[in-house]
Nanobody, 127 residues
């Protein structure tokens, strides 16, 4: 079983920054892709960013390109999301996700491509 634990959420003013962390653990943790999705109140869960564990290739939603950066620390089995220039519309619960297999390019940016999920961390951006 793989466990994903997010941290780093909180309240920040518009224009500010936050860094989210997601630590992965488990008996035989091995991930092909890890990333972040978010769900705002009353909305569906949406893709934010993913990273291919071995190559470091990254993918971003258009809404966060240029403001958010995803990275990983292989030794710590941890993925990060650096969020800058935050906007009120970034307010959401942010979920860490991972999958051990390559299922096709479509699944790298869609929640149905992720087999493991964290419980989420709340990010609130005040305007």
């Amino acid at each position: 079983q793989v466990q994903l634990v997010e941290s780093g959420g909180g309240l920040v003013q518009a224009g500010g920054s936050l860094r989210l962390s997601c630590a992965a653990s488990g008996r035989t943790f091995s991930s092909y892709v890890m990333g972040w999705f978010r769900q705002a109140p009353g909305k569906e869960r949406e893709f934010v960013a993913t990273i291919i564990w071995n190559s470091g290739s990254t993918y971003y939603a258009d809404s966060v390109k240029g403001r958010f950066t995803i990275s990983r620390d292989n030794a710590k089995n941890t993925v990060y999301l650096q969020m800058n220039s935050l906007k009120s519309e970034d307010t959401a619960v942010y979920y860490c996700a991972a999958d051990p297999r390559y299922r096709g390019s479509y699944y790298l940016t869609h929640s149905e491509g992720m087999n493991y999920w964290g419980k989420g961390t709340l990010v609130t951006v005040s305007s």
